[in-house]
């Protein structure tokens, strides 16, 4: 665990790593004194001093902040430099895996694995991972469609979670007053979510960064307005109740087998979503949103419609929220507006974050990580949502690109072809 | 004629950036647009390439052989596709996109695929996403940086930054090639391999060329006319001599006190 990049004699660097430490333990104690040390009874009139408590915060901050400090110095000075013996077999083992990845037959075998851990997970888990195990695919789903917007497209939206919510209304709704069925809902919810994208992208369309963030957040927060306070349509903040669940014509399925049933069908939404997700990334489309997001002055300037393109990327988004969102009104039976609160956009955009920007398998993770990790966490009961910010402030201190950070695409070209193209330079004059 | 641009005026606000321009680039022609630095000669392309909508005046273009055509206040992309292309003073690729996806989005205007064809992979999406790789391929091999196809934009040498930006203006098929100061922070070499590349471009390609130069070197060498603008105003028109000769352009560079 020792470095020997950085020119400061170890021990020094330490001692400076423990002033620094101390002085920040010191002005937490200061900070957090009132709330620690003092208790106040209002009804006796009298005041305790907690003072060993101010002991366990000076304590616990100065090694918590050392430990950081020494992490994050690491971290500056690369990780070539601070490869101790444990890091050199992680990156070694690395190497072997990523080796092995590439020869067909272990990959074909990954592939399996994968596929049998998948099917044989609601067997093996149970109902309740399963059910966790199905609100986390459905993250996933929405977090691979705001990822077109933000990861590919670069437009900071904050109101995702509102077409989640026309999705799921649109199917409790159609099927409360004409039956419409689950499965027929799947495509109404995709083309409302779609085309409510669509139209709220036409007045932003001049919009960026910051002020379409307020924009799409005031949408989000008008959707919710609107469904809990039109009471006659959507039966305002009293929810709508008894919705079917997803079922097949004729076959009548006891609970655990409908979440099992749900978890599958979550399960192929994904595969789908994948599949789309990067057939557009990697065509015509995902450069125009990319180039788009890196520079839109040059991207106009190259021929690119970027009214079409922004719209383009907005409805593609706002199609798999919608879709989502009717799964989930036919997962959990009962939505009303409390479902959909910008705290649901906000988790939305964390897992695009936190995932990586315009990464597929960064996306896929980062929302596995957000809605199992507070999940597995209940153990911690009042410390789970304090733990749970502490893992995402960690995160995004030492890996701020994301989780699994996008690489573009390498294009290969011939030989032969390099050599017609060739034709056309003039190898006289190379850069 | 190439491009007309006739009585062009930009006003922000109170300040009038660009003042009545008269300007003509004939077809195969080499013209520099020449002034201090403030003289609305950036802003003045910006107004040409729709990137801005003048406040008066008219910007006609004709590719060779077609009839010519208004494109004041017509939105830039759509003016790209017209057959104007243009790089920018301050380097502006795409730059976390590979060499050779820059490219490509240059080629974008002449692209016809849409979503459904990206998400389905028919026959003819997939051809033409080969054909794109090509024809960017053989634009970067064209401007000598093809054995950096695939590296981050970003991570090129300036001098190779400047050529991507060439190339990608290149592959929008332009007939009249727009460049914004394409010398500026070049060493003597980088500038007299851009001259090359810039005569080779108009001769091999029938490409019309519009530049803003400060590197008077290069502009002395390089163009056949040359327009010279203080304060929005055009002050002198002619070929490198006259400018050169001509006591208003001196004035304008040099300050009052010199005389010619």
């Known amino acids: 665990m020792s470095s020997q990049a950085t020119t400061q004699p170890q021990p020094r660097r330490y001692l400076a790593y423990a002033r620094r430490s101390l002085l920040v333990s010191i002005w937490f104690a200061i900070l957090t004194f009132p709330i620690i040390v003092i208790r106040a009874n209002t009804i006796t009139g009298t005041i305790t001093w907690r003072w060993h408590n101010i002991g366990w915060i000076v304590g616990g901050t100065f090694v918590g902040s050392w430990i950081w400090r020494y992490f994050l110095e690491r971290k500056r000075a690369g990780a070539a430099a601070t490869m101790g013996p444990l890091r050199q077999r992680l990156a070694a083992s690395r190497a072997i895996v990523a080796q092995a990845v590439r020869r067909p037959a272990v990959a074909r075998g990954g592939i399996a694995a994968l596929l049998l851990l998948v099917v044989a997970f609601p067997f093996v888990g149970g109902m309740y991972q399963t059910n966790i195990m199905t609100t986390a695919l459905l993250y996933v789903v929405l977090g691979l469609g705001l990822n077109i917007i933000i990861g590919l497209g670069g437009m900071l939206h904050i109101g995702y979670i509102a077409f989640y919510a026309l999705g799921a209304y649109s199917y409790a709704l159609l099927n409360f007053h004409f039956g419409l069925n689950f499965w027929l809902a799947l495509p109404v919810g995709a083309l409302v979510g779609g085309l409510f994208s669509l139209a709220i992208g036409i007045p932003v369309l001049r919009l960026r960064g910051d002020y379409l963030a307020i924009v799409t957040l005031a949408f989000a927060e008008i959707t919710r307005l609107v469904l809990e306070n039109w009471s006659s349509l959507t039966f305002g903040t009293a929810g709508i109740r008894n919705i079917p669940r997803p079922a097949i014509a004729g076959i009548r399925l006891t609970l655990p087998q409908t979440t099992t049933f749900v978890y599958f069908i979550m399960i192929l939404m994904v595969a789908l979503t994948i599949f789309v997700v990067n057939r557009l990334e990697n065509s015509r489309i995902g450069r125009q949103f990319v180039a788009m997001k890196e520079d839109f002055i040059a991207c106009q300037a190259m021929g690119v419609n970027i009214a079409r393109t922004k719209l383009a990327a907005l409805g593609l988004g706002g199609m798999w929220a919608g879709l989502a969102g009717v799964v989930f009104a036919a997962r959990t039976t009962f939505i009303n507006p409390a479902s959909f609160t910008v705290w649901e956009s906000i988790i939305v955009l964390c897992t695009v974050v936190l995932g990586g920007m315009g990464s597929i398998p960064g996306v896929i993770t980062g929302a596995l990580v957000l809605i199992l990790v507070p999940e597995y966490l209940r153990a911690f009961a009042q410390f789970r949502m304090l733990l749970f910010g502490a893992v995402l402030v960690t995160m995004m201190v030492f890996r701020p690109g994301g989780l699994i950070q996008k690489r573009r695409r390498a294009y290969t070209i011939s030989a032969q072809e390099k050599q017609v193209a060739g034709e056309i330079g003039d190898p006289g004059i190379q850069g | ?260």
């Open chain 2, 1 to 260: 004629m190439v491009l007309d641009v006739r009585g062009l005026t930009m006003d922000f606000g109170g300040l009038r950036a660009v003042d009545h321009v008269d300007l003509q680039v004939n077809e195969g022609e080499i013209v520099a647009l020449i002034g201090p630095n403030g003289a609305g000669k950036t802003t003045f392309f910006n107004c040409v390439t729709g990137m801005y909508v003048p406040t008066a005046g008219t910007v006609t273009i004709a590719r060779p052989g077609t009839d010519a055509r208004q494109i004041t206040r017509m939105r830039p992309h759509l003016i790209t596709a017209q057959g104007l292309a243009r790089t920018f003073q301050n380097i502006r690729l795409f730059s976390e996109m590979t060499v050779l996806e820059n490219v490509m989005i240059g080629r974008d205007c002449r692209l016809s695929a849409g979503i459904l064809g990206a998400i389905v992979r028919n026959r003819k999406t997939v051809a033409e996403e080969k054909q794109v790789v090509l024809d960017s391929y053989a634009m970067l091999e064209m401007v000598g940086i093809g054995r950096w196809a695939n590296e981050t934009a970003k991570n090129l040498p300036y001098g190779a930054q400047r050529r991507l930006e060439i190339a990608r203006a290149l592959a929008t098929e332009p007939f009249l090639l727009l460049l914004d100061e394409p010398a500026a922070g070049m060493n003597p070499q980088e500038t007299r391999d851009l001259v090359a590349l810039i005569r080779r471009l108009r001769t091999d390609h029938h490409l019309s060329i519009f530049l803003i130069e400060h590197d008077m070197s290069l502009v002395m060498t390089l163009s056949e006319r040359i327009y010279v603008m203080d304060y929005g105003k055009l002050i002198a028109v002619g070929d490198p001599g006259e400018v050169r000769r001509d006591p208003s352009v001196i004035k304008a560079y040099l300050g009052e006190d010199v005389s010619a």
